[in-house]
C-alpha cells in the first residue's frame, strides 16, 4: 500500500539527483575552461558628449563682427547668408550672447543654444528677442529659429531680397521679380495713401516671408491663413508710436491679380501712415473701413466685386443690424472679408454725407480721443444710430 508519505518523498530525491547533475555539469564546465575566479565583464560606457560653447560662443562673435564690418562674406552657411542680409538692409547695432544649451547634445556634438540677440533697422528702435541657434559638431552656426510667441526676424531666416527707396523698404524671401512687384506695389501705396491722408516723411516697410505669417509673427498655427497683409508694431507691443511693418502673406496675396494687391497693400499702408495698430481709441469698423475707402478711392471696380461677400449675405439674411465689431474681424471667421466690405461701405456713406475731409476729420478726431458720437454729431449732424440706418439702406439697395 502506498502511503501519503512515501509519494511525496519520491518528487523530493528526483529533484535532488537533478540539482546534482546540474552542479556536475557546471563543475565540469569550469574545469574545462580553465577554472579560476568568475568576474562579471564590465559595461562599456558611451562617451559623453558635450557641447563646445567655447566654439560657438566665437561664432557668434564673429557673426557680430560680419555684420559689424560690413565686409561681405563668400559662404552659403547660416551666418554668411545673415551677415549679407544684415548688410543689405542696413542691420545696425547687433549683440549676440550665448545663454544656454537648449536639449541634449546630439552624437555628433551639435546641438542647439537658446540666444539672446539684438539689433537695429533703420528707423526702427533697437530690438531684442531669444532665439533659437543651431550649432554644428565644432560650434559653426548651422541655423536660427524662434522660441515659441517669439518672432524670427527675415534676415536671420534665409536669404533675401532688398529694395529700397526714399520712403519703402521691401525685404522679401522670394525670387528678384516678386520683390521688384513688392516693391512697385509699395511705392504706389504711399502715393495713395498721401493724396488722402498727410503723411509726414512718409515710410512704408514690407516683410515678406516665404511661409506664411505665423511663425513670423509669433503666432499660433493657423492664426494668419486666410489674411493676405497683417500692419503691426516691429516687436509686437502696442505702445504709442512704436514703428509699424506690414508683413505679406504670399500664399495669399500672390493669388489676387494687380488691381486686388494694390489695393491690400494702400489699406496696411493706410494703418502705417495712421499708427492703427497701436491705437484703440478708434472703433474697429471705422480703422478697417477708412482704411479700405484710401484703398478704393481711385479704383473703377464695381460693386460686385469689391462688396461681393457682404451684398450676397445681405440678399441671402437682410442687412445686419449693427456695424462690424471687434468679434467680427476675426482672422478665423467663416465671413473673413465681408466685415471689411461692411464697414467700408459704412465710410462710404459717411463721405457721401459730408464730404471726405469730413471723414478724414472723423478718423482723425477719434484716433485723439474723442467719443464716436460727438465726432459724428459735429462733423456730420446725425449721431451712430441714424449712421447705422443708413448703412443699412444703402446696403440693402445695393444688394439688389
Given at each position: 500500500m502506498r502511503t501519503v508519505g512515501s509519494l511525496l518523498s519520491r518528487p523530493v530525491l528526483i529533484g535532488t539527483g537533478l540539482v546534482l547533475v546540474m552542479l556536475l555539469a557546471g563543475f565540469v564546465g569550469w574545469r574545462l575552461t580553465g577554472g579560476g575566479e568568475y568576474v562579471a565583464p564590465t559595461p562599456t560606457a558611451e562617451p559623453v558628449v558635450r557641447a563646445d560653447t567655447e566654439a560657438a560662443r566665437a561664432s557668434l562673435e564673429a557673426l557680430v563682427e560680419g555684420v559689424s564690418d560690413r565686409a561681405e562674406p563668400d559662404g552659403e552657411d547660416a551666418a554668411s547668408v545673415a551677415v549679407r542680409n544684415a548688410h543689405a538692409i542696413g542691420i545696425a547695432d547687433i549683440t549676440a550672447r550665448y545663454v544656454a544649451e537648449a536639449g541634449n547634445v546630439a552624437p555628433d556634438g551639435s546641438w542647439t543654444a537658446d540666444v539672446e540677440m539684438s539689433w537695429r533697422t533703420p528707423g526702427d528702435p533697437t530690438l531684442t528677442e531669444e532665439l533659437k541657434v543651431a550649432f554644428g559638431p565644432e560650434g559653426a552656426i548651422a541655423g536660427f529659429s524662434a522660441a515659441q510667441g517669439t518672432r524670427l526676424p527675415l534676415w536671420l531666416s534665409g536669404p533675401v531680397e532688398v529694395r529700397r527707396t526714399g520712403s519703402t523698404l521691401v525685404v522679401a524671401q522670394a525670387p528678384a521679380e516678386v520683390a521688384d512687384r513688392y516693391a512697385e506695389l509699395a511705392t504706389a501705396a504711399v502715393a495713395g495713401v498721401r493724396k488722402v491722408v498727410a503723411w509726414k516723411d512718409p515710410r512704408l516697410v514690407l516683410e515678406v516671408p516665404a511661409n506664411g505669417l505665423d511663425s513670423a509673427l509669433g503666432a499660433q498655427p493657423g492664426t494668419y491663413t486666410a489674411v493676405a497683409a497683417v500692419t503691426a508694431t516691429v516687436d509686437g507691443s502696442t505702445k504709442a508710436g512704436t514703428p509699424l511693418h506690414v508683413w505679406v502673406n504670399q500664399g495669399v496675396i500672390g493669388d489676387l491679380?494687380?488691381?486686388?494687391?494694390?489695393?491690400?497693400?494702400?489699406?496696411?499702408?493706410?494703418?502705417?501712415?495712421?499708427?492703427?495698430?497701436?491705437?484703440?481709441?478708434?472703433?474697429?469698423?471705422?480703422?478697417?473701413?477708412?482704411?479700405?475707402?484710401?484703398?478704393?478711392?481711385?479704383?473703377?471696380?464695381?460693386?460686385?466685386?469689391?462688396?461681393?461677400?457682404?451684398?450676397?449675405?445681405?440678399?441671402?439674411?437682410?442687412?445686419?443690424?449693427?456695424?462690424?465689431?471687434?468679434?467680427?474681424?476675426?482672422?478665423?471667421?467663416?465671413?473673413?472679408?465681408?466685415?471689411?466690405?461692411?464697414?467700408?461701405?459704412?465710410?462710404e456713406v459717411l463721405a457721401e454725407a459730408g464730404g471726405e475731409q469730413a471723414l478724414v476729420d472723423l478718423y482723425e478726431e477719434t484716433g485723439r480721443g474723442i467719443g464716436l458720437e460727438k465726432a459724428l454729431q459735429a462733423g456730420f449732424g446725425f449721431g451712430e444710430d441714424e449712421l447705422t440706418a443708413r448703412w443699412r439702406t444703402h446696403l440693402s439697395h445695393s444688394a439688389r
Open positions: 491679380d494687380a488691381p486686388g494687391a494694390q489695393i491690400v497693400i494702400t489699406h496696411e499702408a493706410t494703418h502705417a501712415a495712421t499708427d492703427a495698430a497701436t491705437n484703440t481709441s478708434r472703433p474697429m469698423w471705422l480703422v478697417e473701413g477708412f482704411a479700405d475707402y484710401v484703398a478704393l478711392r481711385d479704383t473703377k471696380l464695381p460693386l460686385s466685386k469689391t462688396a461681393g461677400q457682404v451684398l450676397a449675405q445681405v440678399r441671402e439674411n437682410g442687412a445686419p443690424d449693427h456695424l462690424p465689431g471687434k468679434a467680427e474681424f476675426n482672422t478665423r471667421s467663416e465671413h473673413f472679408g465681408a466685415e471689411y466690405e461692411a464697414a467700408w461701405l459704412a465710410c
